[in-house]
């Protein structure tokens, strides 16, 4: 059973272009969660998505930020114009279903560099 | 505002020592508390999650307690090996599965 995927694992952009960032869930798992980490800092939620569905995006910043959750395909987590605070980690979890039981397992992380 | 502290921010510790790792939350209104290991460089490996209903939870070497009226929670580690080596971050879920994280204890053990 594969891992939570996210690829491109290393993302170099000039300011002004996109990123976009994708994210495969653990097989089985519906539920997919996004989270920054900038340098020296934790880790910060950013949104909770179902599929189809946002259910909860009160950590992602107003605006430029964007994420989706198709229902064929992976999660996207795209950021419009890029600006240099935005390099940093980007993390991708996975849980089977909302609740206290579940654990939410982690990918191995976008790192974008805004040059 | 919740926020997540863990002390201390490093430790260095001789191979076979036991490792004892701090962290506190601010709102004891948690659902549940996962710890997780952080290689440089790399993703989040879950290691134990407790329910807000737990008192603790045991894995192999690793022990982890809850004590949620007082927002703390303690990783044990027991005869720590070089291959632990690495950042362990505690993450209280307040609902909704929104993870907040602390900003870990970095270890180093030393062979």
């Known amino acids: 059973n594969a891992g939570v995927m996210q690829n491109p694992r290393h993302l170099v952009r000039r300011r002004g272009q996109e990123a976009r960032l994708r994210c495969s869930p653990m097989k089985g798992h519906s539920h997919v969660y996004w989270y920054r980490q900038l340098p020296e800092e934790g880790l910060k939620f950013m949104v909770y998505l179902q599929k189809e569905n946002i259910i909860d995006e009160s950590g992602m910043p107003k605006e430029r930020f964007s994420a989706e959750f198709p229902k064929e395909g992976p999660s996207i987590l795209r950021i419009q114009q890029v600006v240099r605070g935005d390099s940093a980690a980007y993390f991708c979890?996975?849980?089977?279903?909302?609740?206290?039981?579940?654990?939410?397992?982690f990918g191995p992380g976008t790192r974008l560099t805004v040059t | 505002k919740q926020e997540v502290t863990q002390i201390p921010a490093a430790l260095s510790v001789p191979e076979g020592e036991n490792l004892v790792l701090n962290c506190s939350f601010t709102?004891?209104?948690?659902?549940?508390l996962q710890w997780f290991r952080q290689d440089p460089g790399k993703g989040l490996t879950s290691l134990l999650l407790i329910q807000s209903s737990q008192r603790e939870q045991t894995s192999g070497r690793l022990n982890a307690s809850l004590d949620k009226s007082s927002g703390r929670s303690t990783l044990y580690i027991a005869a720590s090996q070089p291959g632990d080596s690495a950042t362990y971050l505690c993450a209280p879920d307040y609902g909704n599965n929104r993870l907040a994280f602390g900003k870990g204890n970095q270890v180093v053990v030393i062979p």
């Open positions: 979890a996975s849980s089977p279903a909302e609740g206290i039981r579940y654990e939410q397992y």
């Open positions: 709102d004891s209104a948690i659902y549940n």
